[in-house]
T-cell receptor, first 112, second 111 residues
């Protein structure tokens, strides 16, 4: 079965600082990969998804970007964080036809 | 209209009660349906897939109504540990490889 690793679990960053969150997947090859964000008390918002190395689809225009340098590695980045970037960031794998998503433990980001 | 809509609740029920949640979706071409459970400050976890003929997993029953474009989740004999947010999730051709999540329904089971 696949395992999704995310780190760090919590992060506090000042406004204007850069961000890099990494997600790695074990137990599967060529997975569809996703970044979601959940603001406090809100639903999950899809940020990016990738169906292969170097293939990134952006769902919401914002100051975040994503990259997939390797088959099982997905990175979420920002050059300058905003207060509104605070939230719970979740990496997920799966999601093909009739295939559910499986999530990592998430990173709780607070921008101060 | 939102792609996936759920009653946010909260549903406050006593232990042992039966509770049902509905979820409507807008894309008639959707083909994959799931219920997830999310505990406070944790990642969502798959509860069950929803099949066209309906399916049951212990105390949980999921049903799909394609004509009316909704799915439902029935929980029998509620336990305190069932307290969580339940997320309705839909995939479909229009969404490509994306799963669209509802905002969730909060369930609180009280003793």
């Amino acid at each position: 079965s696949q395992t999704i690793h995310q780190w760090p679990a919590t992060l506090v960053q000042p406004v204007g600082s850069p961000l890099s969150l990494e997600c790695t997947v074990e137990g599967t090859s060529n997975p569809n990969l996703y970044w979601y964000r959940q603001a406090a008390g809100r639903g999950l918002q899809l940020l990016f998804y990738s169906v292969g190395i170097g293939q990134i689809s952006s769902e919401v225009p914002q100051n975040l970007s994503a990259s997939r340098p390797q088959d099982r590695q997905f990175i979420l980045s920002s050059k300058k964080l905003l207060l509104s970037d605070s939230g719970f960031y979740l990496c997920a794998a799966g999601g093909g036809y009739n295939s559910p998503l499986h999530f990592g433990n998430g990173t709780r980001l607070t921008v101060t | 209209r939102k792609e996936v809509e759920q009653d946010p609740g909260p549903f406050n029920v006593p232990e042992g009660a039966t509770v049902a949640f509905n979820c409507t979706y807008s894309n008639s071409a959707s083909q994959s349906f799931f219920w997830y459970r999310q505990d406070c400050r944790k990642e969502p976890k798959l509860l069950m897939s929803v099949y066209s003929s309906g399916n049951e997993d212990g105390r949980f029953t999921a049903q799909l109504n394609r004509a009316s474009q909704y799915i439902s989740l029935l929980i029998r004999d509620s336990k305190l540990s069932d307290s969580a947010t339940y997320l309705c999730v839909v995939n479909g051709e229009e969404y490509g490889n994306k799963l669209v999540f509802g905002a969730g329904t909060i369930l609180r089971v009280k003793s």
